[in-house]
């Protein structure tokens, strides 16, 4: 009972559709609250509500009966105000509910719980909350288990999880650890808020005046929170989607994620791209229940970095507890009755089916009237029927997994529940936010396939601001029989928050003893935290509030593997450091506590409103915040975390540039902290003074004894301008961060105050204090006057200060940061402050350089246009739309709500071991490493657990080691490592982190390296690391190698008759075919790039009976997986089976590479016998997996005066790094792309792959296109740079134009050989000019660039000719299999194309029942066997669909002949009627065969009974030839044997000495089955001082023939095309190249916190996608490639080339700037253009005042 005045009572229960309403009436102030879903409902006074005619206290059934946009009415009786009437009203649409809920009352807190009924579950729903039984089940296993002595037994690995149904539970029994409630603690005593942002602001106004007043008021808060513990617990209390979850003795290091994801516990929703917060694939939501507001708080979180232990008394939800699966009801079953032998009896449905069909035919009564309106009948159902959702019966499917899915922004989905949660967990606080607010949100979140638009199309519904105009502009899933349309304005997910966790025990003292040397201990308040480290626990402390250090700093957390008594203290609970923000004495000082989120500090800012300024100090401080990580890792960072990871840097290990810091500093903000042994006494210091004392070497540790409690930051008048260039412009780290106060005195001059500080240049907030000086008593007017001798100064200042520290640097990772262009940003970034300062007197062309643009962009937006909608089918055989249609990907919904299982998920059998590489940690040297049993058995002693160490020796005799394309890479190395990250051994133990563990502790500790000995002699002993260096040394791959004595390398390509002499001197000017030409020499280099898929390399093997393995690897290639398992463990084909799940994600990257993951796999499975499962870490993965390999290239073009190219000739080398693997394929499919669209009559293309000790060249999106395409359109752009040097108006050709001239005609031949029958290249490009108004938006950009200085915009536009297939006759071919179940007519297809998430198994099925005549959910295709489709060719080089396809084609043309003849021959043999009586006759209805009789069977379902009774063949398998590519190449020149250049470990082939040409040599290409043409346009705006780039507009023309699914192929072109985007603008791999430090020759850029794929803020503002309408009526009649497959063309690859525009677009931009200064318009623009690339292409910047005053 409610005994005190103060405690309301409240009512909450969750409604039918898993709403939670909760209603609060406060008797004592009259006050009533009203939530709905954690949102207010209503508020108000008693006053205020309409009282009723009584009715009796609220009952289940009342809460059964809510309906949104009812009114209710509750009599709730209050026992200190009587009885008091309350309306509540659900806003919104919504369902009824119909199941019988809980509802609890919590009367106040006197911890009684009423359940007023238990929650009853239907058993067979599809509830995905976690359901343990009752007891205790095996917790998962631990994490990074520490060494222990040998004398001690293995520790327990399982510490217990305890789960327990609430209904089941008593109110006591939930109290699980023996802590005193916080709900005995009367409400005056009631501890502060959780959010700081709803604590009083009167009540937190204290002022603060001196050291020893802050210290009293300190102790006073301690005081009041203070909450006194009698005993530690040793197990964590939380709820698990709503169920209660105990875990007992959990590992302190323990993370979220890997709890989850443990087989024990079985929620894979969560994701774990990368182990660092720097993907978002594993966000979740945690909640927490705000006692002030009632409320719970919602925030996703990343579960990669939090630990399990932090989790006492929250609420955590995954994608499963926000929703059910999707499910299908109701079925569409339709089994006839089977005899006992298996026959069916034709036409006898069994009882269970003619039920499904009866309530089929209702459903589909019940939507009559729609399908009227919607011009549809009912005989068109029998599609897609994935939303179909029995209203009452499921969970609803989350809708924001439902929109996602919808606007197909889930590909390969292994990102899609991280954008979901993220989303999820917003919409619960801000659920009226903008677009804006929601692009905003994702800064955090990479998704690797989509390229974002769909993604943030999808999430953008759910703004406030989505109009009509938006939702036109929508491109549309087909989703058919969709009874339940989402309106997402009306759905906010549900998340489950227990009553019972409104009472929870937070926090509870933990104390977890961790297995050797770890403990958590919980310290709630000071005065726990000092008890706790005079209790002795003081040694190697770590505290802990958000953990998202873990992300750069995992070992602070875990505790080297050495460290002793490593202490974690969780201060997450501590009151003190809460102190909510606040302004002190109107706008004198800004308060706020050290725990304070980022997020919450950004929220408290934004609010604030008028007083910000983004040249204020609150506007830098929020401008620092919200560029700092990305919003996940912002709603769990804390500023004190930030500022401690500075301050403990400063002398070791990676300093940290924090941004936020940089503008504390600046600010001369305070810091308020205490010493850890003395939490009483309280030190205020400025951010200088503190790092001034902890950089004394006496001081170091400092950083490690104290807590900072709080900031206290005087504010000021004085203009200050924060500013930040990092690798990408969300989620990165500063390359260079500033802060920029600039005080003027009352004469109009700079004053003594001026603070000029940078992040980035010294492992401290620097300040440049000569700088500083300089200014000192100048006006900012003479500042900007003279700005060359202040920026040479500080560019000297700067220079001196970076090399003092470069000692401290050597051991820092590489980041390729040259110290000029640090000194270039800090200039930059001054002169950008000093231009904003003034900005009223600097001219109009300088002020944009003042202009903060970062998170000032616009939404973006764009067209996506499908073909015309009367695109017809011109090979159409059959009259249906299963294709040509925008259907939803059939694996969309599973993915986005997280029940797609990856091979990372397959729930392995009992007894699986995990295995995890030994990786080499040099390059180029020999080693050792002791494996064998006693080996074995030592590791395990030292570790605490069972390990096996596998390695080549366990390769069994006759089995291969060397493997690969090039069959020179080892599954194991032998002796020799050759790069860093290679595989030497594979560790296996019970558990993945057992896995991890030991082989990092063995490659550290136990692989011994020595120098390189035998070949590698001299030149050869020491690695190499770039292209350039490989050519000083000719590290060349020979051609011939006893490695790979089949491979063929296209080393030159010449058109015949071509006169090259020309290319070969210095010549500016030759005669060419008698035409006057201007030679240009021009140079290019390009980069490496990751694969970066989101599920990195897995598999799993499992060996079989009869000598049998059977492994599942996360692989494209089937074939080439099945080969290296035969292979390696030398046995029958047939004994291996090879399946395959769908992919997350792969790029070509999971093609050959896959072969070192599953032959390691394989070797160990078939030693232990036993399963193996290898799940790579991404790190591991980045270092030891094959890249795109960078090229080096050259070129000489030769043009006339009218624009047309003459000659082209270059050289090209290419970075094939360690081993040969695809290099070779991928140099051929640069020869043979390089002619790109033009017809030039002398061309030459040539190439060489060098070996570099880095990673593998491997297959990878566009195979070298898109490096070949940089290089020669460099060439193209350098000629037509040269071409319009001196042009007047008259003279000057557009770029356009000229290629307009030289491009490729109708019949034309390519330098090989191939006549373009089918081009129609020009179309594609007139249309694109004109649909992208590039005339118009090229004069918009000239005139943009006259108007300003610092700002440039360019403009490009490419085309780009794209030849299609393998270019191999054995890989031109597929094989597939179709069988019809007898019972019911569905249908399977084995096929053998893997679904990467490009959606090909539903381009499949849908060609299947487009030929079959079916619906499509009568078909089912499965992933690949090869126990049932050998030999398939690999899912690569944009085959898949075609290839397949066609094998589908055939097999289902075969069968639709075989049922129509045996229906026919029925109707021959028993006549019409009889035909009509069985229910066969379909030559009599209009859908023929798919007409659906009277008991609700198709008439094909009866033909296949009938024909299966007559022993009709229902199984088609069948092989094709893919039309094309069967001749052999004309032209070409191979190396001859002799003089092949000679490498160690390469030992050439001695042929005879003729060139080995085609048809010799089976490897050699042939032509390409057909071609694509496609344009791109792109226009960017960079910023000349820092580098910065803004794409602002991209649109993209691909011509996809006539596409089978316009949405797929839409994803495709856009996902295609960021990923191209990354690879020219950001992301730079980065190689260790400074030989003194420990890690020389190791690839730095192995994480996401070095490696930038592109963000969703990379998304160009407008990005327009059109099909190119081939069939339209304004487009002449084009002629169609027989080969195209339904008439359709490949999408995988082509349009990742046309990203080159981007590059272009960036290349024109800084033309114009240097054009503008004088400089030579001929310059060198190397691959990425990362933001140091760009500003190094800019060249001088202030050399000329002229420019930099106005
Ligand atoms: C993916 C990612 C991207 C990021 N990007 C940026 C970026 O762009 N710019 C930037 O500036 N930062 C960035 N960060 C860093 C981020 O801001 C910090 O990790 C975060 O602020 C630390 O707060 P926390 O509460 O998680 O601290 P924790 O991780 O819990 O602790 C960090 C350190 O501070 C100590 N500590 C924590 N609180 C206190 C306290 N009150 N008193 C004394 N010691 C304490 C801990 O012992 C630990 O050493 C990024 C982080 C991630 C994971
Ligand atoms: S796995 Fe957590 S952010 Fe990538
Ligand atoms: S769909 Fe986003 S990573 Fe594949």
Redesign the pocket.
């Known amino acids: 009972m409610v005994k005190s005045m103060k405690d309301p009572l409240v009512l909450c229960g969750v409604i039918g559709d898993g709403t939670m309403v909760r209603v609060v009436w406060d008797s004592k102030s009259s006050k009533l609250l009203g939530s709905l879903e954690g949102k207010d409902c209503f508020r108000g006074t008693s006053s205020s509500l309409k009282v009723l005619s009584p009715r009796p206290v609220a009952t289940i059934t009342d809460a059964l009966a809510l309906q949104r946009n009812k009114s209710y009415f509750y009599t709730v009786a209050s026992p200190l105000s009587g009885v008091v009437q309350i309306k509540v009203k659900l806003a919104g649409g919504g369902g009824i509910c119909t199941r019988q809920e809980s509802i609890y009352i919590n009367e106040g807190n006197t911890n009684r719980d009423v359940p007023l009924a238990s929650q009853s579950r239907d058993p067979n729903l599809e509830s995905s909350n976690i359901r343990v039984d009752h007891g205790v089940v095996p917790s998962p296993s631990d994490d990074l288990p520490q060494p222990v002595s040998t004398s001690q037994a293995p520790p327990s690995l399982n510490p217990s999880i305890v789960e327990e149904e609430q209904e089941n539970v008593s109110p006591s029994a939930n109290r699980v650890a023996s802590v005193a409630s916080p709900q005995s603690v009367t409400a005056s005593q009631a501890p502060p808020s959780l959010n700081p942002l709803s604590i009083d602001e009167e009540k937190q106004g204290i002022e603060l005046r001196g050291n020893v007043e802050r210290a009293e008021i300190e102790s006073s808060i301690n005081d009041e929170n203070e909450v006194e513990t009698t005993s530690a617990a040793n197990k964590v209390q939380f709820w698990l989607n709503g169920n209660k979850i105990v875990v007992e003795n959990p590992s302190p290091t323990l993370l979220l994620?890997d709890y989850l994801r443990s087989p024990e516990v079985g929620l894979t929703g969560a994701?774990?791209?990368?182990?660092?917060?720097?993907?978002?694939?594993?966000?979740c939501i945690l909640s927490e229940y705000n006692k002030e507001t009632q409320e719970p708080i919602h925030r996703a979180i990343?579960?990669?970095?939090r630990p399990v232990c932090s989790l006492d008394g929250l609420v955590v939800t995954t994608v499963e507890g926000t929703g059910g699966k999707p499910k299908r009801i109701p079925a569409k079953i339709g089994q006839s009755l089977q005899h006992s032998r298996a026959g069916v009896r034709p036409g006898v449905l069994t009882p269970a089916t003619l039920k499904a069909h009866e309530e089929l035919k209702q459903y589909k009564n019940s939507r009559g009237s729609d399908n009227k309106k919607s011009g549809k009948t009912n005989e068109d159902d029998g599609g897609i029927v994935r939303f179909r959702q029995k209203k009452g019966r499921s969970l609803k499917v989350n809708p924001v997994a439902r929109a996602l899915a919808e606007n197909n922004g889930s590909q390969c989905g292994y990102c899609s529940t991280?954008f979901v949660m993220n989303m999820t967990g917003h919409m619960q606080s801000c659920p009226n936010s903008t677009m804006k607010d929601i692009e905003d949100l994702f800064d955090?979140n990479i998704c690797r396939c989509t390229g974002y638009r769909p993604i943030l199309t999808a999430m953008k519904t759910f703004a406030s601001d989505w109009g009509e105009e938006e939702e036109k502009n929508r491109m549309k899933c087909e989703v058919e029989d969709d009874d339940d349309p989402l309106d997402p304005t009306n759905f906010i997910p549900t998340i489950p928050f227990p009553p019972e966790a409104t009472r929870s025990n937070t926090p509870s003292h933990l104390n977890i003893q961790g297995k050797s040397n770890t403990t958590w201990l919980t310290a709630e308040s000071l005065g726990a935290l000092s008890r706790e480290l005079k209790d002795g626990n003081n040694k190697n402390v770590h505290l802990v509030n958000g953990n998202t250090s873990f992300g750069m700093y995992p070992e602070e957390f875990t505790g080297s593997i050495q460290s002793t008594n490593h202490t974690l203290i969780n201060i997450a609970d501590m009151a003190t450091l809460k102190h909510a923000p606040k302004m002190v004495n109107e706008d004198g000082r800004f308060e706020f506590g050290a725990g304070l989120t980022y997020s919450n500090l950004i929220s408290y800012l934004s609010k604030v409103g008028s007083k910000i300024d983004d040249t204020n100090s609150l506007g830098a401080i929020l401008y620092m915040a919200r560029r700092t990580a990305g919003t996940?890792v912002r709603n769990a960072a804390t500023v004190g975390g930030n500022t401690m990871l500075v301050l403990k840097h400063i002398h070791e290990g990676d300093p940290f540039p924090s941004d936020l810091f940089s503008v504390l500093f600046a600010l001369n903000a305070r810091i308020i902290y205490c010493s850890l042994l003395d939490t009483e006494n309280t030190i205020v210091e400025t951010c200088s003074d503190l790092v001034e004392r902890i950089k004394k070497p006496e001081d170091k540790d400092l950083p490690w004894r104290i807590l900072i409690k709080s900031y206290e930051v005087p504010i000021k008048d004085d203009f200050i301008m924060p500013n930040k260039t990092a690798m990408r412009e969300v989620n990165s780290h500063s390359i260079v961060n500033s802060a920029i106060v600039l005080p003027i005195d009352k004469d109009g001059h700079v004053s003594e105050d001026v603070k000029i500080v940078f992040g980035g240049i010294a492992p401290y907030p620097w300040c440049a204090v000569e700088c500083e000086w300089n200014l000192v008593g100048k006006t900012l007017q003479d500042a900007l006057k003279n700005f060359e001798t202040i920026a040479t100064a500080l560019k000297q200042e700067v220079t001196d200060e970076l090399k003092r520290h470069a000692k401290r640097m050597i051991s820092v990772p590489n980041e390729g940061i040259t110290d000029e262009y640090k000194a270039n940003l800090a200039i930059g970034f001054l002169y950008k402050a000093l231009v904003r300062a003034q900005s009223n007197d600097v001219s109009d062309r300088l002020k944009s350089a003042g202009d903060t643009v970062w998170g000032n962009w616009p939404v973006t937006n764009g067209k996506q246009r499908p073909m015309p909608e009367n695109s017809s089918n011109k090979s159409s055989e059959i009259n249906n739309d299963a294709i040509r249609k925008p259907y939803i990907k059939i694996s969309a919904l599973d993915q986005t709500t997280g029940h797609t299982r990856y091979t990372h998920e397959i729930q392995v059998p009992k007894r699986t071991l995990n295995g995890a590489f030994v990786q080499s940690l040099h390059a180029l040297k020999s080693f050792s490493l002791d494996a064998g049993p006693e080996f074995e058995q030592k590791l395990s002693h030292e570790l605490g657990f069972s390990i096996y160490l596998i390695d080549h020796k366990d390769v069994p005799a006759h089995g291969k080691n060397l493997q690969g394309m090039g069959g020179d890479q080892p599954l194991f190395a032998e002796n020799v490592v050759q790069y860093v990250g290679q595989a030497i051994a594979l560790v296996l133990a019970d558990t993945e982190h057992q896995a991890t563990h030991a082989a990092t502790f063995i490659a550290n500790n136990y692989v011994k390296y020595s120098e390189i000995g035998g070949d590698y002699k001299n030149e050869w002993s020491q690695p190499i690391l770039t292209v350039g260096e490989a050519r000083r040394k000719n590290s060349i791959y020979p051609d011939f190698c006893v490695h790979y004595p089949f491979m063929s390398h296209l080393w030159k390509l010449t058109r015949p008759r071509s006169q090259l002499d020309w290319s070969y001197g210095d010549d500016e000017t030759a005669l060419i075919d008698g035409v006057e030409c201007a030679i240009v020499r021009s140079k290019i280099k390009t980069g490496r790039q990751l694969h970066f898929y989101m599920e990195t390399q897995a598999a799993v093997a499992i060996p079989l009976d009869d000598n049998r393995m059977k492994a599942f690897p996360s692989s494209q290639s089937p074939a080439e997986c099945h080969q290296t398992c035969v292979d390696a463990i030398a046995v029958e084909s047939n004994k291996v089976e090879i399946e395959i799940r769908q992919l997350g994600g792969s790029y070509g990257g999971k093609t050959e590479q896959s072969r070192f993951i599953v032959g390691p796999a394989v070797v160990a499975a078939n030693k232990i016998q036993r399963p193996v499962r290898i799940v790579m870490e991404r790190e591991a993965d980045s270092a030891m997996m094959g890249q795109r390999g960078g090229i080096e290239g050259e070129s000489w073009i030769a043009i006339d005066k009218n624009g047309i190219v003459h000659g082209l000739r270059s050289e090209i080398y290419m970075d094939g790094g360690s081993f040969l693997d695809c290099s070779f394929v991928v140099t051929n499919c640069i020869q043979l792309r390089t002619d790109n669209a033009y017809f030039v009559r002398n061309f030459e293309t040539q190439i060489d792959v060098c070996r570099t000790n880095t990673q593998p060249t491997t297959a990878f999106r566009g195979f070298g296109d898109l490096q070949g395409m940089l290089m020669i359109e460099t060439a193209w752009d350098d000629a037509i740079t040269v071409l319009n040097k001196d042009a007047d108006s008259d003279s000057y050709i557009d770029p356009l134009e000229v290629r307009m001239r030289n491009l490729y005609k109708r019949g034309e031949v390519t330098p090989f050989g191939q006549t373009l029958t089918y081009c129609y290249m020009r179309e594609v490009l007139q249309f694109a000019q004109k649909v992208t108004e590039y005339e118009e938006k090229k004069k918009d950009v000239i005139e943009f660039n006259r108007l300003n200085r610092w700002k440039k915009r360019g403009i490009y536009m490419l085309p780009i000719k794209y030849g299609s297939g393998y270019n191999l006759k054995m890989l031109e071919q597929a094989s597939c299999m179709i069988s019809v179940y007898s019972s019911d007519g569905t249908i399977m297809i084995n096929q053998s194309g893997v679904d990467c998430g490009q959606g090909l198994r539903t381009k499949l099925l849908q060609v299947a029942a487009y030929v079959l005549n079916l619906p499509l959910d009568y078909i089912q295709i499965q992933f690949p066997k090869t126990s049932v489709i050998p030999n398939p060719t690999s899912t690569g080089a944009s085959t898949g669909t075609s290839f397949n396809g066609e094998a589908v084609r055939r097999v289902c043309q075969e069968l639709r002949g075989r049922i129509l003849n045996f229906g026919y021959s029925l109707r021959t043999e028993y006549g019409e009627q009889w035909c009509k009586n069985n229910g066969v006759d379909f030559w009599n209805y209009t859908n023929a065969w798919r007409h659906e009789l009277q008991d609700g069977q198709l008439v094909w379902q009866k033909l296949i009974q009938h024909a299966n009774s007559e022993r009709v063949n229902l199984t088609v398998a069948s092989n094709v030839k893919i039309k094309g590519g069967e001749e052999a190449l004309p032209v070409g020149t191979f190396k001859t044997p002799t003089g092949q250049p000679s490498l160690p470990y390469y030992e050439v082939l001695q042929y005879d000495s003729k060139p080995i040409a085609y048809p010799r040599n089976p490897s050699a290409p042939d032509k390409f089955t057909g071609f694509t043409y496609s344009a791109a346009c792109c226009e960017v705006e960079v910023d000349i001082i820092t580098g910065e780039t803004k794409i602002l507009k991209s649109s993209l023309i691909y011509d996809c023939g006539l596409s089978i699914n316009p949405a797929l192929d839409i994803g495709q072109i856009e996902g295609a095309f960021m990923m191209g985007v990354g690879y020219v603008l950001s992301e730079k791999v980065v190689y260790e190249d400074r030989k003194d430090n420990k890690n020389y020759g190791s690839m730095n850029t192995v994480n996401?916190w070095r490696y930038k794929p592109p963000a969703t803020s990379t998304v160009p503002i407008n990005l327009d996608v059109y099909m190119f309408p081939r069939s339209a009526s304004n487009i002449s009649d084009l002629p169609e490639n027989p080969n195209d497959f339904l008439s359709s063309k490949e999408v995988g690859e082509p349009p990742l080339i046309l990203s080159a525009a981007v590059f272009f677009a960036i290349k024109d931009a800084i033309r114009s700037y240097r054009k503008e200064t004088s400089q030579s318009e001929l310059f060198e623009l190397n691959a990425p253009a990362t933001v140091q690339e760009v500003r190094r292409a800019c060249g001088n910047l202030f050399s000329d005042t002229t420019h930099v005053a106005s």
Do not use: D, M
Not at 271 to 279: F, I, M, V
């Open positions: 994620i994701k774990k791209g990368c182990g660092q917060g720097g993907c978002g694939a594993c966000t990343n579960s990669c970095l991280g955090g996940i996401t």
